[in-house]
């Protein structure tokens, strides 16, 4: 008999970062499109996606859900920063709907359904595989009126028998066809716009295709390490990317664990590319590139540089050292041959960034340090990670063979690790301290060029500086610096409030002044002599070239770019041509060490204050000032414009490029 009332089905997902605009929730998108392609629960269902920033308290979360009505099933999309919360909202569920259920999925629970039910007894069910086709079996059993206790029909999840045994009903295949998942984007099951008609979500997220072939010893990628690639049509991926284009859609992010590794990799370029120059945008990409670097890459990247795509591209290392390399699974890998790579990239003048893990069983203090010098010669933006033990990961499932001491996160449920058999307890809080500068200043792109002038015209190295500028603030007599020492202190023997000395060091008026002190009183005393007035120019640039974020008072004018919004600072005196001294030393060349003044006019995108307050480093960079030559390129205006006048004049009447915003 149909039902008379809808089924009311609540899908919750949080994103980890407390900043002003929301992160796409694709993964509850994906559940809800799958779940209304189906009729009879189209029909007998009123399915809500429950988005929510990082840094939502418990009240707030469950006022908003439950305020105005309690669902009848309760989804989560779990991860380890909302482990606990969601597993406390599930608590106040049931104490308002007893016969409701409780949907666990993720990455984070997958396969852990005895732990998710021993700590949350409130839970129901845990999906343990991709959920596209498990939540609608799920969604039509409750419609059946089945118990929750009763789902041994139903593959891929594990659930509590009416005993409290924990059962696992077995692997699900894994889905062939991707097309048979319906678009979230495309069917309107994730809202893309706010009120006022603009895109609502900090990036767009897309998958172009799921599985990986590695089986890294760190990592579970989607639950799908070590398996087949299947990829999404064509079709699809560019319907999509003309549905963000439309949008003006800035940043396409692609939660791939392997882009350029398939030639369809070249198909989805070719289309973001086009639609770009149809409708301004997408302006970037950003994803985890392939690790083995194949012709497809390399024709990717070649492409990318032509059409002023921009991306940073990614060194995927996580270690320079031999035998941390065989426990991690990883020997085989051809990224392992960066160098050459790295030349490449830096030849054909293209941004990219390297991954570090500190804390990995084989890794010493020593060898770390020697790979993050090595590393850092050649490129200066390094994202240093502390050691994860994620759930399924052979790391996890071997801390007893490799020595690992782990303990549960503060706000969040990743086990760090504090020892292993080559790092002790106070090697770990030492190095704990490293990593935190290296991320907040390096990492995250405070300073960006100044790396690049230190080590090639100095004997100061990049960890040198690091460590310099960590001394430095503990011992320096200066109020400003009080908010740093005090989120550094958060990194010892844990995971670190990254977000608040970010977030301090670009919105702060107190900020810039502080890093100037410090070059001044600590860096400035180890340049030669000949070096410092070009050094301190350099580094002048970096700040210059911050965001804009509203730190330093009123901001600046802003103009349009082909639709984009930035803010513009015209005629900045330099007293050297910084942008061509950077190009000229990363090239390997010698810059002439003679003032030779100059004017630029720098351009930053708008809205960086969501970014500013991440740990996105993929994002930010995205919101650096850019020469007008830069931010032509990159608005696909057409090639060989030097300023904003010529630029306004190089295309028709009516595309107005650069013109003042209403």
Same mark, same amino acid.
């Given at each position: 008999?149909?039902?008379?009332?809808?089924?009311?089905?609540?899908?919750?997902?949080?994103?980890?970062?407390?900043?002003?605009?929301?992160?796409?929730?694709?993964?509850?998108?994906?559940?809800?499109?799958?779940?209304?392609?189906?009729?009879?629960?189209?029909?007998?269902?009123?399915?809500?996606?429950?988005?929510?920033?990082?840094?939502?308290?418990?009240?707030?979360?469950?006022?908003?859900?439950?305020?105005?009505?309690?669902?009848?099933?309760?989804?989560?999309?779990?991860?380890?920063?909302?482990?606990?919360?969601?597993?406390?909202?599930?608590?106040?569920?049931?104490?308002?709907?007893?016969?409701?259920?409780?949907?666990?999925?993720?990455?984070?629970?997958?396969?852990?359904?005895?732990?998710?039910?021993?700590?949350?007894?409130?839970?129901?069910?845990?999906?343990?595989?991709?959920?596209?086709?498990?939540?609608?079996?799920?969604?039509?059993?409750?419609?059946?009126?089945?118990?929750?206790?009763?789902?041994?029909?139903? $593959?891929?999840?594990?659930?509590?028998?009416?005993?409290?045994?924990?059962?696992? $009903?077995?692997?699900?295949?894994?889905? $062939?066809?991707?097309?048979?998942?319906?678009?979230?984007?495309?069917?309107?099951?994730?809202?893309?716009?706010?009120?006022?008609?603009?895109?609502?979500?900090?990036?767009?997220?897309?998958?172009?295709?799921?599985?990986?072939?590695?089986?890294?010893?760190?990592?579970?990628?989607?639950?799908?390490?070590?398996?087949?690639?299947?990829?999404?049509?064509?079709?699809?991926?560019?319907?999509?990317?003309?549905?963000?284009?439309?949008?003006?859609?800035?940043?396409?992010?692609?939660?791939?664990?392997?882009?350029?590794?398939?030639?369809?990799?070249?198909?989805?370029?070719?289309?973001?590319?086009?639609?770009?120059?149809?409708?301004?945008?997408?302006?970037?990409?950003?994803?985890?590139?392939?690790?083995?670097?194949?012709?497809?890459?390399?024709?990717?990247?070649?492409?990318?540089?032509?059409?002023?795509?921009?991306?940073?591209?990614?060194?995927?290392?996580?270690?320079?050292?031999?035998?941390?390399?065989?426990?991690?699974?990883?020997?085989?890998?051809?990224?392992?041959?960066?160098?050459?790579?790295?030349?490449?990239?830096?030849?054909?003048?293209?941004?990219?960034?390297?991954?570090?893990?500190?804390?990995?069983?084989?890794?010493?203090?020593?060898?770390?340090?020697?790979?993050?010098?090595?590393?850092?010669?050649?490129?200066?933006?390094?994202?240093?990670?502390?050691?994860?033990?994620?759930?399924?990961?052979?790391?996890?499932?071997?801390?007893?063979?490799?020595?690992?001491?782990?303990?549960?996160?503060?706000?969040?449920?990743?086990?760090?690790?504090?020892?292993?058999?080559?790092?002790?307890?106070?090697?770990?809080?030492?190095?704990?301290?490293?990593?935190?500068?290296?991320?907040?200043?390096?990492?995250?792109?405070?300073?960006?060029?100044?790396?690049?002038?230190?080590?090639?015209?100095?004997?100061?190295?990049?960890?040198?500086?690091?460590?310099?500028?960590?001394?430095?603030?503990?011992?320096?007599?200066?109020?400003?610096?009080?908010?740093?020492?005090?989120?550094?202190?958060?990194?010892?023997?844990?995971?670190?409030?990254?977000?608040?000395?970010?977030?301090?060091?670009?919105?702060?008026?107190?900020?810039?002044?502080?890093?100037?002190?410090?070059?001044?009183?600590?860096?400035?005393?180890?340049?030669?002599?000949?070096?410092?007035?070009?050094?301190?120019?350099?580094?002048?640039?970096?700040?210059?070239?911050?965001?804009?974020?509203?730190?330093?008072?009123?901001?600046?004018?802003?103009?349009?770019?082909?639709?984009?919004?930035?803010?513009?600072?015209?005629?900045?005196?330099?007293?050297?041509?910084?942008?061509?001294?950077?190009?000229?030393?990363?090239?390997?060349?010698?810059?002439?060490?003679?003032?030779?003044?100059?004017?630029?006019?720098?351009?930053?995108?708008?809205?960086?204050?969501?970014?500013?307050?991440?740990?996105?480093?993929?994002?930010?960079?995205?919101?650096?000032?850019?020469?007008?030559?830069?931010?032509?390129?990159?608005?696909?205006?057409?090639?060989?414009? $030097?300023?904003?006048?010529?630029?306004?004049?190089?295309?028709?009447?009516?595309?107005?490029?650069?013109?003042?915003?209403?």
């Amino acid at each position: 008999m149909p039902r008379t009332v809808k089924a009311a089905i609540s899908l919750v997902q949080q994103g980890v970062w407390d900043s002003p605009l929301e992160s796409m929730p694709l993964a509850m998108g994906y559940l809800k499109a799958s779940a209304l392609a189906d009729e009879r629960i189209q029909r007998e269902t009123d399915i809500t996606i429950h988005n929510y920033r990082g840094g939502r308290t418990l009240s707030s979360l469950a006022n908003d859900l439950f305020g105005q009505g309690v669902p009848d099933v309760l989804a989560f999309s779990v991860l380890g920063w909302n482990y606990r919360s969601f597993g406390a909202l599930a608590e106040t569920f049931k104490q308002l709907n007893p016969d409701g259920w409780v949907i666990f999925g993720g990455t984070h629970v997958a396969h852990q359904g005895e732990r998710a039910f021993r700590m949350f007894p409130e839970v129901d069910v845990v999906v343990d595989g991709e959920g596209e086709l498990v939540f609608p079996d799920v969604l039509r059993a409750y419609l059946d009126g089945v118990s929750p206790r009763d789902l041994g029909g139903i $593959t891929g999840l594990t659930y509590l028998d009416p005993g409290g045994r924990v059962v696992s $009903t077995g692997e699900r295949p894994r889905i $062939t066809n991707l097309d048979d998942i319906p678009s979230p984007f495309l069917t309107g099951a994730v809202e893309l716009t706010d009120e006022s008609g603009r895109f609502r979500y900090d990036v767009a997220l897309m998958e172009t295709n799921r599985g990986c072939p590695y089986k890294c010893a760190f990592c579970y990628w989607g639950g799908a390490t070590g398996q087949k690639v299947r990829a999404f049509s064509r079709e699809r991926l560019r319907a999509e990317l003309e549905l963000f284009a439309k949008l003006q859609v800035h940043t396409i992010v692609l939660c791939d664990a392997n882009f350029g590794l398939l030639p369809g990799d070249v198909q989805f370029v070719e289309d973001l590319i086009e639609l770009r120059d149809q409708h301004g945008f997408p302006r970037a990409l950003e994803t985890s590139w392939a690790k083995n670097k194949s012709k497809t890459f390399y024709r990717i990247v070649r492409m990318m540089k032509d059409a002023g795509m921009r991306s940073s591209f990614t060194l995927a290392l996580q270690t320079l050292d031999e035998g941390t390399l065989d426990l991690m699974n990883r020997r085989n890998m051809k990224v392992n041959d960066w160098e050459d790579l790295v030349e490449w990239l830096t030849k054909e003048g293209l941004d990219c960034y390297a991954e570090l893990i500190w804390g990995a069983p084989g890794e010493t203090v020593e060898s770390f340090m020697a790979g993050y010098d090595r590393l850092s010669r050649k490129v200066s933006r390094i994202a240093c990670y502390p050691m994860l033990m994620l759930p399924n990961t052979d790391y996890a499932d071997k801390k007893e063979q490799h020595g690992i001491i782990s303990v549960r996160g503060d706000a969040d449920d990743f086990e760090y690790m504090l020892a292993n058999r080559t790092v002790s307890f106070a090697q770990n809080q030492r190095m704990a301290r490293f990593l935190y500068w290296a991320r907040v200043i390096a990492e995250m792109c405070v300073l960006r060029h100044t790396w690049v002038g230190l080590r090639e015209l100095t004997d100061v190295t990049q960890s040198q500086a690091l460590r310099n500028f960590e001394e430095w603030i503990e011992r320096v007599d200066e109020p400003a610096a009080e908010p740093l020492r005090a989120a550094m202190e958060s990194a010892i023997g844990g995971a670190g409030d990254l977000e608040t000395g970010i977030g301090w060091l670009y919105t702060d008026p107190g900020a810039k002044r502080l890093l100037r002190r410090w070059w001044d009183e600590s860096i400035r005393p180890l340049l030669p002599a000949d070096a410092v007035p070009l050094l301190d120019e350099i580094f002048r640039y970096d700040l210059l070239t911050q965001p804009i974020c509203g730190a330093d008072g009123a901001e600046p004018g802003r103009v349009s770019v082909r639709g984009g919004e930035y803010h513009l600072i015209e005629g900045v005196a330099l007293d050297y041509d910084v942008p061509a001294v950077i190009a000229t030393l990363r090239a390997g060349g010698r810059p002439d060490l003679k003032p030779a003044p100059t004017t630029v006019d720098l351009y930053y995108r708008t809205g960086a204050e969501s970014a500013v307050r991440s740990t996105n480093h993929e994002t930010i960079i995205h919101f650096m000032g850019m020469t007008t030559e830069e931010v032509m390129a990159n608005a696909a205006v057409a090639p060989g414009v $030097t300023s904003a006048v010529n630029a306004k004049s190089a295309l028709a009447p009516d595309s107005d490029p650069v013109a003042p915003s209403r």
